[in-house]
Every structure is written in structure tokens, then in C-alpha cells.
């Protein structure tokens, strides 16, 4: 199974993709997206600019000019599409786990209802290690070690975020356990299991011989008891 990569789409397909998800998050009623504009390329060409910057500079020596440069922009056009910096740190963040939780979605679906815990234990895990490692992984590193820099409110509302993605673990460990092949409270199972997966991103080599899924056929003979 090979799910969704972040990020892998054009410009406008992100678009309409993320107002869908947000649509169905939110009960709205479906409506035609709007037409893609210039604006929101350059947008998500910040975006993404920052996110590489914030993940190799940090956030606090990375200047709105570095930003701008990296966007092929003017010093002061980032501020037409955010107020200030904290504004487009929070942006990466908040669209990078929007879009973590739209694929992570569609990587389950991928399932047959007659999936069991395992299997769908091991989605979970090569669909993080996905956003964590794969091509775009600039964007949920900056979650993890930047979040202080964010207001109470911002923080508040990515640690929203993440709970919805975590939500679909628990049932999962849930089971596990109840088949005897998780030994850990669930609980603690799953914040030992996503720690540990979050920190690959301090040592895993792209350029190595371990693949995202030999990744995770051993991080899944690490966790659970052999069948």
C-alpha cells in the first residue's frame, strides 16, 4: 500500500482538495470551489518556502526577507498574504495537518472493511512515516519543534488538529490489546509509538537503504507481539 504523499498535487487541485476537507470537517454544504488565482500560488509558494526555511533555520533566524527570497518574491510581499510571520508559521502548520488528515483518511479507505488491527495498525504507521520522511516532510517538523512560537490560541488549535489525527489510532491499539498483541495501556501505546516515529526525522537518511516500508515492518515488530 502506498499512501497519499502531502503536497504531491498541483496548486489548484490543493485547493479544492483542502476546502472539500474543510466542508466536511465543519458540516458545510458543498459548494463549487473558486476559480485558482494567481495569489494562491503565490501563497502556497510561501508556504512552502517557509516551511523549508523554519525546518533548516528555525523559525526565529529565518526573517520574512528569507522568506520572500525563497518564494522568488519582493522583501515586503508576504505580509500581503500574512500580517506577520507568526501568521504564516501557524499556516504551514494548520495546512500541513489538514492535509495529513485528508490523506491519512484516504490511505484507510484504501482498506477492506475486513481489515484487521494489524493491517490497519500498519497503514497508520507508513502513512506517518510518509509525511514524516517522504518528498514534502519539511512541514510536519516544524509542527513538532516549533510550535512554541505560536500564540495560545494558534497552539490550541493545532493540538485540535492533531488529536483528529490521532483519533483513528486508538480504536486500533484498542483492539490490539484486547487481542494481546499490544502488552501497553493503548493510551500510553500510542504516544510512545507516534514519539518514536516522529523522532526519524533526526536520523533518517533518504539516501540509506531502509525504504519508508522496511521503516515500518520494523517499527511495527517493535511495537507488537509477533502473531
Given at each position: 500500500?502506498?499512501?497519499t504523499s502531502?503536497?504531491?498535487?498541483?496548486p489548484r487541485?490543493?485547493?479544492?482538495?483542502?476546502f472539500?476537507?474543510?466542508q466536511q470537517?465543519?458540516?458545510?454544504?458543498p459548494q463549487?470551489?473558486?476559480?485558482?488565482?494567481?495569489p494562491l500560488?503565490?501563497?502556497?509558494?510561501?508556504?512552502?518556502?517557509?516551511?523549508?526555511?523554519?525546518?533548516?533555520?528555525?523559525?526565529?533566524?529565518?526573517?520574512?526577507?528569507?522568506?520572500?527570497?525563497a518564494?522568488?518574491?519582493?522583501?515586503g510581499?508576504p505580509?500581503y498574504?500574512?500580517?506577520?510571520?507568526?501568521?504564516?508559521?501557524?499556516?504551514?502548520?494548520d495546512?500541513?495537518?489538514?492535509l495529513?488528515?485528508?490523506?491519512?483518511?484516504?490511505?484507510?479507505a484504501?482498506?477492506?472493511?475486513?481489515?484487521?488491527a494489524?493491517?490497519?495498525?500498519?497503514?497508520?504507521v507508513?502513512h506517518?512515516?510518509?509525511?514524516?520522511?517522504g518528498?514534502?516532510?519539511?512541514?510536519?517538523?516544524?509542527?513538532l519543534?516549533?510550535?512554541?512560537s505560536?500564540?495560545a490560541?494558534?497552539?490550541?488549535?493545532?493540538?485540535?488538529?492533531?488529536k483528529?489525527?490521532?483519533?483513528p489510532?486508538?480504536?486500533?491499539?484498542?483492539?490490539?490489546?484486547?487481542?494481546?498483541?499490544?502488552?501497553?495501556?493503548p493510551?500510553?501505546?500510542?504516544l510512545?509509538?507516534?514519539?518514536?516515529?516522529?523522532?526519524?526525522?533526526?536520523?533518517?537518511?533518504?539516501?540509506?537503504?531502509a525504504?519508508?516500508?522496511?521503516?515500518?515492518?520494523?517499527?511495527?515488530?517493535?511495537?507488537?507481539?509477533?502473531?
Amino acid at each position: 500500500l502506498q499512501p497519499t504523499s502531502l503536497f504531491r498535487h498541483e496548486p489548484r487541485d490543493f485547493a479544492v482538495r483542502q476546502f472539500a476537507f474543510r466542508q466536511q470537517r465543519f458540516g458545510m454544504e458543498p459548494q463549487s470551489p473558486q476559480p485558482f488565482h494567481k495569489p494562491l500560488n503565490r501563497r502556497r509558494a510561501l508556504i512552502e518556502g517557509a516551511a523549508r526555511l523554519f525546518r533548516t533555520q528555525g523559525f526565529d533566524a529565518t526573517s520574512t526577507r528569507d522568506i520572500a527570497a525563497a518564494a522568488g518574491m519582493h522583501s515586503g510581499s508576504p505580509f500581503y498574504h500574512f500580517e506577520r510571520k507568526s501568521a504564516l508559521l501557524h499556516a504551514v502548520m494548520d495546512e500541513c495537518m489538514v492535509l495529513a488528515l485528508h490523506s491519512q483518511k484516504n490511505a484507510l479507505a484504501l482498506l477492506p472493511p475486513s481489515a484487521t488491527a494489524r493491517e490497519r495498525l500498519r497503514v497508520l504507521v507508513r502513512h506517518h512515516f510518509e509525511i514524516l520522511l517522504g518528498p514534502h516532510s519539511d512541514f510536519i517538523p516544524v509542527m513538532l519543534y516549533e510550535g512554541r512560537s505560536l500564540s495560545a490560541e494558534q497552539q490550541a488549535a493545532i493540538t485540535e488538529l492533531r488529536k483528529t489525527y490521532e483519533a483513528p489510532w486508538v480504536p486500533v491499539l484498542q483492539t490490539l490489546a484486547k487481542e494481546g498483541a499490544l502488552l501497553a495501556d493503548p493510551d500510553l501505546a500510542r504516544l510512545m509509538i507516534l514519539g518514536a516515529l516522529n523522532w526519524s526525522v533526526q536520523w533518517f537518511n533518504p539516501h540509506g537503504p531502509a525504504s519508508l516500508s522496511a521503516l515500518t515492518d520494523q517499527a511495527l515488530s517493535l511495537f507488537l507481539r509477533t502473531p
